[in-house]
């Protein structure tokens, strides 16, 4: 499934996530996660942007950019005990990397496919994580509201992607996209809702895997003549 190049980057990819979950909690180490934060999604950028020479160019630069304002996000994010405002800068940040795997996605719509069944579970999924988020979002509702409204896009559109692609490309980038979901939730509940245990581990190990599994997934990409 992967190339060697693909394993040898993953080995690195995957000691890097444990350098930062090892660093995260550690006063004394707090430069060096500094620095391993970002370098999750700068890894994948670099290495995206070394192997996707035969992807149409609205695919590469559309997945560079959703890396790009992913760092920015992941580097904002770290600075949030400073000021509040960095939370809500790094929100916009992944919202405009969300809409920029959006359109990546999109690019492949299968358009006789109908996203009504998938988008009604994303919206059980999402009507019971904001009854436990209501009431506690202040200010932030409407940020948060419209921010969950984009990644469900994002969700869906990686949805609409079957049977226009190879399914090893299908299957990689929708699992992304959903473990995406499930990390941006996580913080949402240990932000607004209450302190979950571990939650740095489990918000970092979902998002390190689902921007993983995005790239890879792209870089697998393949396009097929199914519609008729």
Same mark, same amino acid.
């Not at 992941?74 to 992944?94: N, W, Y």
């Not at 790239?215 to 990409?221: E, F």
């Given at each position: 499934?992967?190339?060697?190049?693909?394993?040898? #980057?993953?080995?690195? #990819?995957?000691?890097?996530?444990?350098?930062?979950?090892?660093?995260?909690?550690?006063?004394?180490?707090?430069?060096?996660? $500094?620095?391993?934060?970002?370098?999750?999604?700068?890894?994948? /950028?670099?290495?995206?942007? +070394?192997? /996707?020479?035969?992807?149409?160019?609205?695919?590469? =630069? @559309?997945?560079?950019?959703?890396?790009?304002?992913?760092?920015?996000?992941?580097?904002?994010?770290?600075?949030?005990?400073?000021?509040?405002?960095?939370?809500?800068?790094?929100?916009?940040?992944?919202?405009?990397?969300?809409?920029?795997?959006?359109?990546?996605?999109?690019?492949?719509? =299968?358009?006789?496919?109908?996203?009504? @069944?998938?988008?009604?579970?994303?919206?059980?999924?999402?009507?019971? !994580? #904001? $009854?436990?988020?209501?009431? +506690?979002?202040?200010?932030?509702?409407?940020?948060?509201? %419209? $921010? *969950?409204?984009? %990644?469900?896009?994002? &969700?869906?559109?990686?949805?609409?992607?079957?049977?226009?692609? =190879?399914?090893?490309?299908?299957?990689?980038?929708?699992? @992304? &996209?959903? !473990?995406? *979901?499930?990390?941006?939730?996580?913080?949402?509940? +240990?932000?607004?809702?209450?302190?979950? +245990?571990?939650?740095?581990?489990?918000?970092?190990?979902?998002?390190?895997?689902?921007? $993983?599994?995005?790239?890879?997934?792209?870089?697998?990409?393949?396009?097929?003549?199914?519609?008729?």
């Amino acid at each position: 499934m992967l190339s060697k190049t693909e394993k040898q #980057f993953s080995i690195l #990819f995957f000691i890097i996530v444990l350098i930062e979950l090892a660093t995260g909690s550690v006063e004394s180490l707090k430069t060096v996660h $500094y620095i391993a934060k970002p370098a999750i999604v700068i890894s994948l /950028s670099v290495f995206f942007l +070394n192997t /996707s020479e035969s992807l149409p160019k609205t695919i590469k =630069n @559309g997945t560079l950019l959703a890396l790009v304002f992913s760092v920015l996000g992941d580097i904002l994010l770290m600075f949030v005990d400073k000021s509040p405002h960095f939370f809500t800068l790094g929100l916009v940040a992944f919202l405009t990397a969300h809409l920029m795997y959006v359109l990546v996605f999109l690019k492949h719509r =299968n358009k006789q496919k109908s996203p009504l @069944g998938f988008i009604a579970v994303l919206l059980v999924y999402a009507a019971s !994580l #904001f $009854y436990f988020l209501n009431g +506690n979002l202040g200010d932030m509702f409407i940020p948060v509201v %419209i $921010y *969950m409204l984009v %990644i469900l896009s994002m &969700a869906t559109a990686a949805y609409l992607r079957k049977d226009t692609v =190879n399914i090893l490309s299908y299957g990689l980038v929708f699992l @992304g &996209a959903l !473990l995406f *979901m499930v990390s941006d939730s996580i913080l949402a509940l +240990n932000k607004f809702y209450a302190p979950l +245990n571990y939650s740095d581990f489990s918000i970092m190990i979902t998002y390190a895997l689902a921007q $993983y599994l995005i790239v890879i997934g792209i870089l697998k990409l393949k396009t097929e003549i199914i519609l008729k």
